[in-house]
């Protein structure tokens, strides 16, 4: 049973950093890819970015490219999301996923951490 544990969350004013980990267990993911998403209030779920396990292949929305970083740690099997010069508009809860390199879908996902960025 995959299982994603998000940790590293926050209150923070803006323009300060943070960095969320993701520890993953359950399964090896080398063919994986894992994301981070998030959810603001009263808005849908969105992607963040992502990173495939093996390549370290990564992408981003728009809207964090040059301020965020994911990453991994294969000996650790966890992710990270460096967050830098944050934004009250990156308020929201983040969370993390996992879904396999042939499918479009995310399948696990975690319980998710509340990231907080004051003005």
């Known amino acids: 049973q995959v299982q994603l544990v998000e940790s590293g969350g926050g209150l923070v004013q803006a323009g300060g950093s943070l960095r969320l980990s993701c520890a993953a267990s359950g399964r090896t993911f080398s063919s994986y890819v894992m994301g981070w998403f998030r959810q603001a209030p009263g808005k849908e779920r969105e992607f963040v970015a992502e990173i495939i396990w093996s390549s370290l292949r990564t992408y981003y929305t728009d809207s964090v490219k040059g301020r965020f970083t994911i990453s991994r740690d294969s000996a650790k099997n966890t992710v990270y999301l460096q967050m830098n010069s944050l934004k009250p508009e990156d308020t929201a809860v983040y969370y993390c996923?996992?879904?396999?390199?042939?499918?479009?879908?995310?399948?696990?996902w975690g319980q998710g951490t509340q990231v907080t960025v004051s003005s």
């Open positions: 996923a996992a879904r396999s390199v042939v499918v479009a879908d995310y399948r696990y």
